[in-house]
């Protein structure tokens, strides 16, 4: 008698199944890759991304919920490009792939399933139709090694061309890549579905977020915001903000297109917490304000005391913002006590 939990297919089965598998793999490996060539089609005639995930779950989840999965039905670049007029920002948005380029060096934009915006063949289809990647294995479609590339910020200059030279500019002492900052490491399998993830070990590898939140989560310290030269009396209350980008190898913002601000808030708050004060500074790249590695910011303040609650505390507060100010991340924020009595007014 064969124990069966409910749902599920008999041990032995799922043991048969793997050792089947595993004797295709070694003695025909090209079967294994033939079973899914769909995978590694040019043009509609590839499902699309979803397809993948039947297989790379955990991967595909992230990207998902990832800006590459957004970056052509997002609200932001049918805006930026008035309504997809602008067709030279359509070939990162939804690259073929990276690795076709057009005779001006520029990669090809595709037609196709564009709601998938930068897809899994965006970064990992070759040229040889073969899916690439950093690891080798047994897998149902081609696969090829490419590890070097993989590993380094040239893969992500492919698209991000301005950030990447600018990266190349300060990253001589340090070899921290895009990848580092960007894709949080992660061990594991590089597949989920059965029976071929019982063909595969756990391998170290990364997490397909691509989202600066990964950055500001692994480098909570990356930029230090600081008061500095303090000076207050029962009238005024003056000073000033210091700003230091000491880790990431670009400068905050970067990129040449689509709006991008750096917001600086410097709040005065009274003895109930409201803000009676504030100051704000913005930081773009087109007007070289930009916070560049490990050059320093300073912002002057000055703010007249008046009302009858008194000021407990400053606040000084560092967002990455969109047009609209709807969408804040934080990037950093330093308070400062000051707890001037009522008296003091």
Request: with cysteine; hydrophobic share 35%; net charge negative.
């Amino acid at each position: 008698m064969v124990y069966k939990h409910p749902g599920t297919k008999p041990f032995s089965c799922v043991i048969s199944m793997v050792i089947v598998i595993a004797i295709m793999a070694i003695s025909s490996g090209c079967i294994i890759e033939n079973l899914h060539p769909e995978l590694v089609k040019r043009g509609a005639e590839f499902p699309g991304s979803h397809k993948c995930g039947d297989c790379h779950v955990d991967i595909y989840n992230e990207w998902v919920e990832s800006s590459h999965s957004q970056s052509y039905i997002s609200e932001e670049f049918r805006v930026s490009t008035n309504n997809y007029e602008f067709k030279f920002c359509i070939r990162c948005h939804v690259p073929e792939t990276i690795f076709t380029l057009l005779e001006n060096d520029e990669i090809a934009p595709r037609d196709y399933n564009l709601k998938d915006g930068v897809d899994c063949h965006g970064c990992h289809l070759t040229v040889d139709c073969t899916l690439a990647g950093p690891h080798s294995g047994i897998s149902p479609h081609p696969i090829e090694k490419k590890e070097e590339l993989f590993k380094s910020g040239e893969l992500c200059g492919k698209c991000h061309v301005d950030t990447f030279e600018e990266y190349l500019m300060y990253v001589a002492d340090n070899d921290e890549t895009c990848q580092d900052c960007h894709m949080p490491a992660v061990r594991r399998k590089l597949i989920q579905d059965e029976p071929w993830q019982k063909l595969h070990v756990r391998k170290e590898g990364k997490a397909h977020t691509f989202s600066s939140l990964s950055a500001l989560k692994n480098n909570k310290d990356f930029i230090e915001l600081t008061f500095t030269e303090i000076s207050n009396s029962n009238k005024q209350i003056k000073g000033k903000v210091e700003i230091l980008n000491t880790k990431v190898n670009h400068s905050i913002p970067t990129g040449k297109y689509g709006y991008k601000e750096v917001l600086l808030l410097i709040n005065l708050k009274d003895n109930f917490g409201r803000i009676v004060k504030y100051k704000q500074e913005s930081m773009f790249v087109e007007l070289n304000t930009q916070l560049k590695p490990g050059v320093k910011k300073i912002y002057s303040f000055v703010f007249d005391i008046d009302g009858e609650n008194g000021v407990k505390e400053m606040e000084a507060v560092l967002f990455r913002t969109n047009f609209n100010r709807t969408n804040k991340t934080l990037l950093a924020k330093a308070e400062l006590e000051l707890g001037l009595p009522k008296s003091s007014q």
